[in-house]
Structure formats: structure tokens, C-alpha cells
């Protein structure tokens, strides 16, 4: 067992100090960070709407319809507004002229004129007769491809024709002032046996981060494993090492040092995308104009809840991980000690590959799906549990004993694996020349 | 022989793979303290024999001592320091992470390990004042520098029993040097070690006992001197004076007398002397004379015992080399 701790010591300080494991450990959490913030800092800078409120409305209608879109753009984006606590005057709203039709052309000169200068306004909106009677408007601006601001210009003018055109029918004032201003917050909340709970699309998010996360840990990590033994092989360092070391113990050393890695560079993720996501989100949101709460407001401003990681969700994402990756990571490993090239071992390890990659074709249906007979099978199978048992937890909630049950059946999925791992590794580090077929490994296996 | 006077004993190991048999019912006895030689062809079965003394591969049958005790037990390797004959290191590592790796999993406690390293690279001129090279990567290193890390490997535990394969195989004659001197040190400190080696020269100069093996059976083996003198018989050793002594041979006096079967069975012409083989019952003095009286000038005309290498193409011949069985000795 001493060897076993030296082979792996070496494995793990080896590939800790690399630069890929530094570069790959800094690298991802800025790019999950990302990945939730770009989306939310876009939502944030549209609902701010400050591009659509520094407009000209040039109203030819004489009914006062570009006040009322005025009015409206104004109210859209005084959430934002009311966020900024700092903010010492609200800002000036769209400037509204009232032209008449012949007037219209004259103006619209001007405004472009103004369009042109920077540090001005952005655009200018055109109401006239023909909105009245044919529904049209036009806009004119440097955001005119801004596809949020044209939207809000939109629904601005949709929502004051309706109140102009309620008015006309008679509807009182104050009731037309309460349709406009109606909003909606819907939530989604989740119902499983165990009642209501949770967040839907959190639940969701969760277990396809979870997924993509084994998934990803174990293909690269596993394909560590596979280049460290044929390094060995070629470089023929193995026949030294096995002269000191019995293969058995040098492959375990092997799959136990390349896991801690693994386990290293995920929690050292988790701890730095954590850290990164609480620190950042607040700033980046304030600095788009979102409405940012106290501390933790963050993720509630991200549309995230972290409520269904649960301190057993992730304990078993750990125990998942670690018997997929002795599981992909020693069969690997076998593929690794029968070639001598880099090219073969693709070869060779593409059946590997075939059962992780396999299991993930089938994420969709158990997204759609979690108490499905899909997921149930492959939540059982050791091959494809790694993966789909702990996604389908976060997706929705699994019985205990399942779980357990699950990670028995893997474990010894595990121990299968490594059996047949070990007995081709023995026979296959010592063997150059041309690659084995398939039968030729079977006999390895046979008499190893 | 007590057992524990013995280094390694091998009983009747045999060695079967689907299309041969690599070593056949094999039995040698390597008494503790020697230099021992295993000789033989490439692919007589040699590293195979090796690798099942370090229980690398398993015999199908016989059985295998090290130091009186199953070579299987655990810890035993720990005494055994072993250069395989395909030699090889960690290339993105550090020179002193790669033999402190190994030195520990040969069960030497780490901070031992730093300090023999320390020792061992500098007896070997790779730490000097201007270059530290334990600190470089092993990438980084000529290759003879490399081959010499390698030997720091083999030899860091302080193993008693060394076991080199073909150890003289691209090694410079400065690295070969280092490595004779280092040979000839262990066994003055009453190491035992056993190299493999299909070079003669290397065997005659340097080893207490011999074991030829071809086609993985034993041919012979025995003290070396018990061997060479085994045949019976007396070879001379003769050079001759002037550039062109030997190119003459064959037209002058000399050559008559060389070919006289009387006294000569076989020469065998070296360029710088001739290897002479005397017929059964001949008198070399007699032959010296003739020599003379054919106005030979002699340079050298020694008694000698046959070499080595006479020795193993008469016993192994040519058909001892199998073909198409090369690499995995």
C-alpha cells in the first residue's frame, strides 16, 4: 500500500504543478461566471432602457398620443431607475415636440442633425395622421437595430393607441391608467411526491450543470489517465517502475492520484465560480442598471436558487464521481497499455468513450423526463449512474434507497472493471509491437 | 552451496509463448558477491529470464530464490536494483523528482533519498558550480547524461543484488568506463551482480561466472576460467612485427606454417593478431620455431586460454540465433 500512496503522490504533484492545471482550474470559473452573467447583465441593461428613453418624439397627431408613449417609456424604466439608490435626479424622459403635419419634415432635419452629434439623443420617433389611420410609425436612430429598444418603442406606442382609443370609447381615466400599468410576475414552483417545492428552472439548471460537470471531469480527467500510461509505455519507464511495483498496485496508484486531481480542480471550481458569482454579480448588474438587493440578492437577481443542492445531492455528486471516474478512468487506463501511439489509443479507447458519450445521448429524455423508465434504467446501470443518477436528483428527488442501491451496483461495476483493467495493464505495459486485436486481449485477460 | 550463500537460484524455469518457447527448463546458481554473466544470442531468452527473476513475468514452471527466499515475497525487490535494457525516464520531470520517485518506491524514506541523490549526482559530475542539473528536466538532458540518471536509479536503494540488462548497449566509452568502474566497486563491497550481455569482451573482462544460454536453453555456464580452460585446450596468441605482417600471410613462409594441420586445427585473423588454435598433440614451441625459421618477426606469441567468444561460436554456432525472434531476448 506504500506504493501505492508513492505512485499516487507523484501522479497528483506532477499534474497539479502543470501549467494546464493551473490554466484549466482559473479558466473555467471565469467561464461559468460568464456564462451566468452575460445573459443576466443583457436582461439588466434591457430593463434599464436608458438607450429608449433618450429619444425625441416628434407628435404630428394632435391628440397627444406622444406624450402618453412618453409617459409610458418613463414608467417602463422607473424600476431600474428606482434601483439606484445613488441616483440623485431621475433622468429626463423622451423630449415630446408637437409639430404640425406641414411642420413634420422641418423637424425631422433638425432631430436627425441632433441624431448625428454625439452625446445627444439617440433617436427620434415619427407619430403623424398616418398612425392614427393606417397604424404606422417610424423611427430613426443610431439604435434602430437595437432590437430591445425597438420593442419597447413598440409596445410604448401599442400601449398608449389602446388607452387612446379606450378613451375614445368612453372608459373612465383611472381604469385605463390601471390597464396600462398592469404587470405580471408569474413564478414557477415545482410539485413532486413530497409536495411543492423548489424552483423549476433552478432544478433544471442544476442537474444539467451537474451532468455536464461529471461528464466533463471524467472524459478529461480519464483522458489523463490514458496519456500518462502510454507515456510510461513509451517512454519505457514502465518496466523500471514495475520492477519496483507490482502492476496492479501501479495502476491504482495511478487512477487514485489522477482522481484527487479531479476532485482538486472541481472543488477548487465550485469555491472560485462561488466566489467570483457573489462578488461580480452585483457589481456587473448595478453597472447595467439592474435592481440590486442586499447581499444576497445576487442570485435572486440571476434567476438562480441554489435551494435544491442539498448537503446529500452533493455528497452523492462526490461518491458518483469518483466511482465514474475509477470506473471510465481504469478501463482507460487498459486502452492506454495496449497501444503505443497516441493515435491508437484514441482507437482504443473509443469503445470506452462509446458507453460515457452513449449515456449522454440519452440527457435529453431524462431532462423531459426524470421519473421515467429511461432515467430509472440508466440511474442503475454502472456505466451511465455516474452521470444520470446524480443529473435525475437534481432534477427531481430520489428515494434513498435507490441512490444506494445505484451506488452499490456501480461500486461493483467498479471492482469489475478494474479486475479486467488490471489483467490487460499487466500483460499490455510490456508489450511493443503491433496492436493487439480484440482476441488477443481476451487471452490477456484469460491468463494474466 | 548453502541456499543462503546463493544469490539467486533458479530451478527449471520455463517460459512458453504461443508460437515458442522463450526459456526452457533453465537452472543457475549466482553465488552471493559475483559478477555473473548471462550470455547469450539476441532473443536466447535472456530479458525474458530476467524479467521473471524480478517477477515481471511469471514462469509456467520452475521455481525462483533470491537470497534463499521465493522471489515472489513482498519487500524482497526491495533489495534488487534493475536496468532494463530499453531504458527510459519521465521526460517532463525533474532530474531529482524522477529518482526520488523511484529510490521511494524502492522503500527508501524520502529524506534519505534527497540525500544520496545529492551524493550519487555529484559522484557523477552532474552537479557542478556552474549547473546544478538534478534541477533540470530530464528532457533537458544529453544522453549521456540521461544514461547516467538511469544508473543513479538502478543503484540508489544501495541494492545487494544489481541485475543490468545489456547495460553496455549505446553507452560511450566514457559512460561505459564509469559503468565497469561502478560494476567492479559493488562487488569489492560484496554486491552481487548479474548482467546480460551478448558482447564477449565485456563478459571475459569483467565477470566471475558465465551462463550461456541459446534458444532458452542453457549451454554452458561455470567461473569463467573453468569454462575457457573446459575445452582442454591452448590457443596462441600471435602479432607480428610491420604494418603488413598479416597481409602476407597468405603468400609468405608464415602463412605455410599456419597451415600446417600438424600443428594448427584453425587461426582466426584478428587484423591486429592471429588467434591460433593448436592441433591436438602439437607442441607450441614447436610452432614457434617454424615461425622463426620462415622469418616471421614476432611481436607477441603468448599461450592463452580461448576466448570467450571462441568458446560461444563453437558451442552456439550460427544456427543458436533464431531468426525473426529479435527484441525480447
Known amino acids: ?12 504533484l506532477e499534474r497539479v504543478r502543470s501549467r494546464w492545471f493551473v490554466v484549466m482550474t482559473l479558466l473555467v470559473p471565469v467561464l461559468i461566471t460568464a456564462t451566468f452573467l452575460v445573459p443576466a447583465w443583457v436582461a439588466a441593461k434591457a430593463a434599464s432602457g436608458s438607450a429608449a428613453r433618450n429619444i425625441v418624439i416628434l407628435d404630428a397627431t394632435s391628440t397627444g398620443l406622444g406624450q402618453r408613449v412618453a409617459d409610458i417609456l418613463v414608467r417602463d424604466s422607473s424600476a431600474a431607475a428606482a434601483s439606484r439608490r445613488a441616483a440623485a435626479a431621475p433622468e429626463p424622459g423622451p423630449q415630446v415636440r408637437v409639430v404640425s403635419q406641414a411642420q413634420l419634415p422641418a423637424a425631422e432635419d433638425s432631430a436627425t442633425r441632433q441624431v448625428m452629434k454625439p452625446n445627444s439623443i ?4 415619427v407619430l403623424d395622421d398616418s398612425t392614427l389611420s393606417a397604424r404606422r410609425i417610424r423611427y430613426a436612430g443610431r439604435n434602430a437595430s437595437s432590437i430591445v429598444d425597438m420593442d419597447r418603442v413598440r409596445s410604448a406606442v401599442r400601449q ?14 383611472e381604469t385605463i391608467s390601471l390597464i396600462s400599468s398592469l404587470s405580471l410576475n408569474m413564478s414557477q414552483t415545482r410539485i413532486d411526491e413530497r409536495g411543492k417545492g423548489g424552483n423549476a428552472q433552478a432544478a433544471i439548471f442544476l442537474g444539467i450543470g451537474i451532468g455536464v460537470l461529471l461528464l466533463m471531469s471524467i472524459v478529461f480527467h480519464g483522458q489523463n489517465v490514458l496519456r500518462g500510461v502510454l507515456e510510461e509505455k513509451s517512454t519505457r519507464v514502465a518496466e523500471v517502475v514495475i520492477s519496483s511495483v507490482k502492476p496492479e498496485m501501479l495502476l491504482a496508484g495511478k487512477v487514485a492520484g489522477a482522481g484527487a486531481v479531479g ?3 472541481q472543488v477548487l471550481w465550485i469555491a472560485i465560480s462561488a466566489y467570483l458569482l457573489t462578488n461580480f454579480a452585483p457589481i456587473v ?16 437577481a440571476l434567476g438562480i436558487s441554489f435551494g435544491g443542492l442539498t448537503i446529500g445531492l452533493f455528497v452523492a455528486v462526490i461518491l458518483y464521481f469518483l466511482l465514474g471516474f475509477v470506473f471510465y478512468a481504469s478501463l482507460l487506463a487498459a486502452a492506454g497499455s495496449m497501444v503505443n501511439s497516441e493515435q491508437d489509443a484514441q482507437q482504443a479507447a473509443m469503445p470506452v468513450m462509446y458507453l460515457l458519450i452513449g449515456s449522454w445521448l440519452f440527457v435529453n429524455s431524462v431532462i423531459v423526463n426524470p421519473t421515467g423508465t429511461t432515467a430509472k434504467v440508466l440511474s442503475w446501470l454502472p456505466f451511465s449512474s455516474p452521470i444520470i443518477m446524480p443529473m435525475r436528483m437534481g432534477l427531481s428527488p430520489v428515494p434513498w434507497l435507490s441512490v444506494a442501491g445505484s451506488l452499490a451496483v456501480c461500486a461493483l461495476g467498479c471492482v469489475l472493471a478494474v479486475w479486467l483493467a488490471a489483467r490487460i495493464y499487466r500483460v499490455g505495459m510490456l508489450m511493443y509491437g503491433k496492436k493487439p486485436s480484440l482476441a488477443e486481449v481476451a487471452k490477456w485477460v484469460r491468463y494474466a | 552451496m548453502q541456499d543462503k550463500d546463493l544469490a539467486i537460484d533458479i530451478c527449471g524455469i520455463t517460459k512458453r509463448y504461443e508460437e515458442h518457447v522463450a526459456v526452457r527448463e533453465l537452472s543457475l546458481q549466482v553465488p552471493r558477491g559475483s559478477v555473473y554473466g548471462l550470455l547469450g544470442p539476441n532473443g536466447a531468452g535472456k530479458t525474458t529470464t530476467i524479467r521473471m527473476l524480478l517477477d515481471i513475468i511469471k514462469p509456467d514452471a520452475g521455481s525462483i530464490a533470491i537470497f534463499g527466499r521465493p522471489s515472489t515475497e513482498s519487500g524482497l525487490l526491495n533489495r534488487v536494483g534493475y536496468l532494463p535494457e530499453e531504458r527510459g525516464l519521465y521526460r517532463k520531470m525533474q532530474v531529482r523528482r524522477v529518482l526520488r520517485f523511484l529510490a521511494e518506491l524502492k522503500g527508501v524514506k524520502p529524506a534519505d533519498a534527497d540525500k544520496r541523490i545529492d551524493e550519487w549526482l555529484q559522484r557523477f559530475g552532474l552537479t557542478t558550480k556552474d549547473k546544478d542539473w ?28 544489481v541485475i543490468l540488462d545489456e547495460p553496455f548497449s549505446g553507452l560511450d566509452p566514457i559512460n561505459a568506463q564509469a559503468l565497469k568502474d561502478t560494476v567492479v566497486e559493488l562487488k569489492r563491497r560484496g554486491r552481487t551482480v548479474i548482467f546480460s550481455t551478448h558482447v564477449m569482451e565485456n563478459a571475459e573482462r569483467m565477470c566471475d561466472a558465465v551462463c550461456i544460454i541459446a534458444r532458452g536453453e542453457k549451454v554452458l555456464d561455470g567461473q569463467v576460467t573453468d569454462v575457457r580452460s573446459s575445452s582442454g585446450r591452448r590457443n596462441v596468441a600471435l602479432a607480428l612485427m610491420g604494418d603488413n605482417g ?22 582466426d585473423d584478428n587484423n591486429r593478431y592471429f588467434e591460433i588454435e593448436l592441433a591436438p598433440g602439437a607442441d607450441e614451441q614447436e610452432l614457434l620455431h617454424k615461425l622463426i625459421e620462415a622469418g616471421a618477426r614476432i611481436e607477441r606469441f603468448e599461450l592463452v586460454l580461448p576466448s570467450l567468444h571462441q568458446i560461444f561460436i563453437e558451442r552456439v554456432g550460427a544456427s543458436g540465433v533464431e531468426t525473426g525472434m529479435s527484441g525480447h531476448g
Open chain 2, 134 to 161: 538534478g534541477n533540470s528536466k530530464i528532457d533537458e538532458l544529453s544522453r549521456g547524461m540521461q544514461q547516467k540518471v538511469q544508473f543513479i536509479a538502478t543503484l540508489l536503494h544501495d541494492p545487494e543484488l
Open chain 1, 263 to 265: 476532485l482538486t480542480q
Open chain 2, 246 to 267: 598479416s597481409r602476407d600471410v597468405r603468400e609468405n613462409g608464415v602463412g605455410h606454417v599456419l597451415r600446417d594441420s600438424r600443428l594448427v586445427r584453425h587461426f
Open chain 1, 122 to 125: 439617440v433617436g427620434y420617433l
Open chain 1, 160 to 173: 398608449a393607441f389602446t388607452s387612446v382609443m379606450l378613451q375614445r370609447e368612453g372608459v373612465k381615466p
Open chain 1, 1 to 12: 500500500m506504500d506504493k501505492v500512496w508513492v505512485v499516487a503522490k507523484r501522479e497528483y
Open chain 1, 285 to 300: 448588474l448595478r453597472a447595467a442598471g439592474a435592481p440590486v438587493g442586499g447581499g444576497g440578492g445576487s442570485s435572486a
